[in-house]
C-alpha cells in the first residue's frame, strides 16, 4: 500500500525545438536562460511538497515523482520511476497527478497506464487546469477517479485516510467526484500548513537550480490571461489571496540555510507584490529582515 504524487517531465516544448527523447524541460530550459539566468530557476514543486507534509502531519508517508528534477527526457521514464517506487513502497492506493494544461496529455497517458496495471488505484488529477475543468475532465477522462480543485491540503488527506482505511470518503469539500455535485473547499489559513517536505532538495541542488519557498497564495485580480485569479475565485469565502507572515517565512528561509546549507532562494509566489501600499510595505520589511538575517543568500 502506498501514496505516490507526480509532477510529469513537462515535454511539450520539445518538438518545436526538435528535441523529443533528447532533452529534459531542464536541459531545454538551461540552453535557454544561459547559465546565467538557470541557477534562479525552481526545481522543487512545493504543491507536491506541501501535500506530502500534510499527509505527513496525519502519519501518511507519501512518494514523490518529479519527472522534472528528475531529468527525465520521455514520460515512459517517469512511468518506469512510478513503478520503481511501487515496487519499493508497495502497490499503490491513491495516485495524484498534478500541472498545467500544457502537460495534461502526459498525465492523461500516465493515469492510463495506472489504471492498466493497478485497476483498484485511485487516481486524482489536481491544479489550476483540472480545478477550472473539473467536470470536462471526469466527463470525458475515465482515467482520473477525482479533481482536487484549488488547495489541496485538507481534501487530499481525507481521501488518502478514507481509501486506506478500505472505505470511499463522504464527499470532501474542494474534491469534485464523478456524478456529485462539487462543494468548492474552504479557505486554508496556509500560515498553519506544515512546511513542505524537501525530498528533491539535494536533486535540485546537485543540478544547479534553486531552492524555493512560497510566501502567498491566490490572486485579488481576475486577469483574462491568467489562471490564479480564476481558481482563486472558486475558494468559499472572501480571503482568495492570502499573505502568510514574514516571522514564518522567515523561520522557513533560516531553516533552508541551516539544514541545507542553501546559497540562493527564489519565491515562487503568482502575486508577490500587488499594487496595494500594504503589499508594498511587507515585501520592503521582508527584505530588510533577510538582510538583517545575515543569512548570505541572493
Known amino acids: 500500500m502506498s501514496i505516490i504524487l507526480v509532477n510529469p517531465p513537462s515535454l511539450y516544448h520539445m518538438p518545436k525545438f526538435r528535441?523529443?527523447?533528447?532533452?529534459?524541460?531542464?536541459?531545454?530550459?538551461?540552453?535557454?536562460?544561459?547559465?546565467?539566468?538557470?541557477?534562479?530557476?525552481?526545481?522543487?514543486?512545493?504543491?507536491?511538497?506541501?501535500?506530502?507534509?500534510?499527509?505527513a502531519d496525519r502519519g501518511i508517508a507519501v512518494h514523490i515523482v518529479n519527472g522534472q528534477v528528475l531529468f527525465h527526457r520521455s514520460v515512459e521514464q517517469t512511468w518506469q520511476a512510478i513503478t520503481r517506487a511501487a515496487a519499493r513502497h508497495g502497490?499503490?492506493?491513491?495516485?495524484?497527478?498534478?500541472?498545467?494544461?500544457?502537460?495534461?496529455?502526459?498525465?492523461?497517458?500516465?493515469?492510463?497506464?495506472?489504471?492498466?496495471?493497478?485497476?483498484?488505484?485511485?487516481?486524482?488529477?489536481?491544479?489550476?487546469?483540472?480545478?477550472?475543468?473539473?467536470?470536462?475532465?471526469?466527463?470525458?477522462?475515465?482515467?482520473?477517479?477525482?479533481v482536487a480543485c484549488g488547495e489541496?491540503?485538507?481534501?487530499?488527506?481525507?481521501?488518502?485516510?478514507?481509501?486506506?482505511?478500505?472505505?470511499?470518503?463522504?464527499?470532501?469539500?474542494?474534491?469534485?467526484?464523478?456524478?456529485?455535485?462539487f462543494q468548492p473547499a474552504q479557505v486554508l489559513d496556509i500560515d498553519q500548513l506544515p512546511w513542505p517536505i524537501r525530498a528533491d532538495l539535494p536533486l535540485v541542488m546537485a543540478a544547479g537550480l534553486s531552492p524555493a519557498v512560497f510566501t502567498s497564495r491566490g490572486c485579488p485580480y481576475r486577469c483574462t490571461y491568467c489562471t490564479t485569479?480564476?481558481?482563486?475565485?472558486?475558494?468559499a469565502g472572501a480571503r482568495r489571496h492570502r499573505e502568510k507572515s514574514l516571522d514564518n517565512v522567515l523561520a522557513e528561509i533560516q531553516d533552508l540555510a541551516g539544514r541545507h546549507r542553501i546559497r540562493h532562494l527564489t519565491?515562487?509566489?503568482?502575486?508577490?507584490?500587488?499594487?496595494?501600499?500594504?503589499?508594498?510595505?511587507r515585501a520592503t520589511d521582508f527584505a530588510r529582515r533577510l538582510i538583517a538575517a545575515r543569512l548570505d543568500l541572493t
Open 229 to 235: 485569479g480564476a481558481t482563486a475565485s472558486l475558494l
Open 91 to 146: 502497490s499503490p492506493d491513491v495516485i495524484g497527478f498534478t500541472g498545467p494544461a500544457q502537460v495534461f496529455a502526459e498525465n492523461l497517458h500516465l493515469a492510463g497506464l495506472v489504471k492498466r496495471r493497478w485497476p483498484g488505484c485511485v487516481t486524482v488529477l489536481g491544479h489550476d487546469f483540472a480545478t477550472l475543468n473539473h467536470e470536462r475532465v471526469l466527463d470525458e477522462h475515465t482515467e482520473f477517479d477525482v
Open 267 to 281: 519565491i515562487t509566489d503568482d502575486l508577490f507584490l500587488s499594487k496595494s501600499p500594504e503589499s508594498r510595505e
Open 152 to 181: 489541496a491540503e485538507d481534501c487530499f488527506v481525507e481521501l488518502c485516510l478514507a481509501v486506506l482505511d478500505d472505505r470511499w470518503p463522504e464527499p470532501v469539500p474542494g474534491m469534485a467526484r464523478r456524478g456529485e455535485p
Open 19 to 55: 528535441a523529443e527523447g533528447k532533452l529534459a524541460y531542464f536541459e531545454l530550459s538551461r540552453r535557454q536562460v544561459g547559465e546565467n539566468g538557470f541557477w534562479s530557476l525552481p526545481g522543487e514543486h512545493l504543491g507536491l511538497g506541501s501535500l506530502a507534509a500534510a499527509c
